[in-house]
């Protein structure tokens, strides 16, 4: 593939993922509400704890044979057809096996994660093990082929699932049941519709040699996955511990709302970063210059959303999870500003690794955070939550440096070069911070509050658009999209 033709291609699968997330992020909480209303907070205790099980057995399932069809370069287009379909069989086949087992020890399992008698909850649910591995596979070849266009179709039909199942499901009374449908309905439609669409279908064809070539790359890739999932988990094991439900509550729901707000960016250029770095992985020049532009339009929304997350902490807490969250509106501004930082220096690190076809560097990293963060979390709860705050939030400056020691002794990518490339972005948001604050000395009123926002939000692009190379980066931006009058504001800019 050209360079040109591939730019053209990132920038369009940029555009439709970007557009997926911003879409599923507005209908996502209106169906969390409505269900909020509908179902009491037991049935979602439920659901969290086979979430839990599922996504666990989802991990392996996968077997990191998704990774491995997007980052490989194949020499030719049979030879990929045939790694298509190994590992699709083996794919389905080992999701069989993990639904077999968890139906044998459902009973065992209910009670591990404190769900008692309610293993056949657990073993219908696995109906979406098979179910997954049908468009887990269809959605590598989409991602490695950056048709990001057909998965926003998928994604929108996903979204609106819970209004046809789920809702009217939960207004009959069927409690978590109504859940478990919905997710079931939402993971076969997936199946049906990429399978459809697609232009491979699976055939009968099956290799170990191939396999086994597959599985070197693919199970370090499992390892990472799982490292990740620990990564993940870990704190709220140490925090239940240590601490009582209420402060629990505080932990998890700040940094999954606070996560929740930046994965609109960051889901929607993960994935496709990715993609566009396998495709580039043996052109260094191109491959350096894809990895810092993404960093560099990233950081142009992340570094503002972070800043903006932390100086209006108190009014986003009211506004998400209402006034008894207060006590959590502090971690909420720094979890989301550190977070904001660690996405733009560390988080698009580990893409390198997998595109580049080392995945046990990033398990290497995930690991030395884990040293990092284990004994971090262990000795600040000790001291209280609010001592917990600032070190789970700062020790997200470890994961940077972590991550800046292995660019430059692998890739020899200096962390200089990365600060450098973002330079323009952190200007402009510090420079927007300090607006913030003065705006901030006029009135606590929200309306005032959502003024000195746009307020703020204009003062930073137009700051922005002040830096040659930042304005011709968004201008391509806003000519890619079809939005009205765009002629008119590109002249207007230039």
């Keep these: 593939m050209e360079n040109k033709e591939l730019s053209k291609n990132i920038a369009n699968a940029t555009k439709w993922s970007t557009v997926t997330e ?15 209303r509908l179902l009491t907070p037991e049935a979602f205790g439920v659901i969290a704890t086979v979430i839990i099980v599922i996504s666990f057995a989802d991990m392996l ?20 057809i045939q790694s298509i379909n190994v590992a699709f069989w083996t794919n389905l086949l080992i999701s069989f096996f993990l639904w077999f087992v968890i139906i044998i020890f459902s009973e065992r399992i209910a009670t591990l994660v404190g769900n008692q008698g309610l293993g056949a909850v657990i073993s219908i649910a696995g109906i979406s093990l098979p179910l ?6 269809q959605m590598a070849i989409y991602r490695r082929d950056l048709d990001y266009r057909t998965l926003f179709k998928v994604r929108i039909i996903s979204v609106f699932i819970p209004f046809i199942v789920t809702i009217p499901l939960a207004i009959l009374g069927y409690s978590y049941w109504s859940l478990i449908a919905g997710t079931i309905c939402g993971n076969l439609v997936n199946a049906v519709f990429l399978t459809i669409n697609s232009k491979w279908k ?3 064809f099956y290799s170990f040699s191939i396999l086994k070539k597959m599985l070197s790359f693919s199970l370090w890739s499992l390892v990472e996955a799982i490292s990740i999932w620990s990564t993940s988990y870990i704190g709220t094991f140490i925090v239940a511990g240590a601490l009582n439900n209420y402060y629990l509550g505080l932990y998890n ?11 609109i960016i960051v889901t929607a250029t993960t994935s496709v970063l990715f993609s566009s770095l396998s495709r580039l992985q043996n052109n260094e020049d191109e491959f350096v210059k894809v990895f810092l532009k993404f960093i560099r339009l990233s950081a142009m929304i992340i570094l503002p959303m972070g800043m903006g997350i932390f100086i209006y902490r108190e009014l986003l807490t009211d506004i998400l999870l209402g006034k008894q969250w207060h006590e959590a509106s502090f971690f909420v501004g720094l979890w989301g500003l550190m977070s904001s930082i660690t996405i733009v220096f560390g988080t ?4 390198v690794y997998r595109s580049k076809g080392r995945p046990k560097l990033s398990l290497l990293v995930q690991f030395l955070y ?9 000795i600040s709860v000790k001291y209280g939550f609010d001592t917990l705050v600032y070190g789970h939030s700062m020790i997200k400056i470890y994961h940077i440096l972590v991550n800046w020691v292995v660019m430059y002794t692998v890739f020899k990518m200096s962390p200089l070069l990365m600060i450098k490339n973002v330079l323009p972005s952190i200007y402009c948001t510090l420079m927007m911070g300090g607006v913030a604050l003065m ?12 003024l000195s926002i746009g307020i703020c939000i204009i003062f930073y692009f137009v700051i922005l658009m002040r830096f040659p190379k930042s304005r011709k980066e968004l201008v391509a931006i806003i000519a890619s999209f079809n939005i009205p009058h765009k002629e008119k504001i590109l002249k207007v800019r230039n």
Excluded at 22 to 36: E, H, R
Excluded at 348 to 351: A, D, F, H
Excluded at 439 to 450: A, E, G, P, R
Aim: charged share 15%; with cysteine; net charge negative.
């Design 22 to 36: 911003f879409v599923a992020k507005i209908f996502i909480p209106v169906t969390n509400m409505i269900l909020a």
């Design 61 to 80: 399932t996968d077997s990191g044979f998704q990774k491995y069809l997007i980052q490989h370069e194949f020499e030719t287009n049979r030879e990929k």
């Design 132 to 137: 997954t591995s049908f468009s887990s596979i």
């Design 202 to 204: 699976p055939t009968l």
């Design 253 to 263: 729901t700040t940094m999954i709302t606070v996560n929740g707000i930046l994965a």
């Design 348 to 351: 698009y690190c580990s893409e």
């Design 370 to 378: 884990l040293i990092g963060l284990v004994p971090t979390l262990m």
């Design 439 to 450: 705006l901030q000395l006029v009135s606590d009123k929200y309306i005032w509050s959502f």
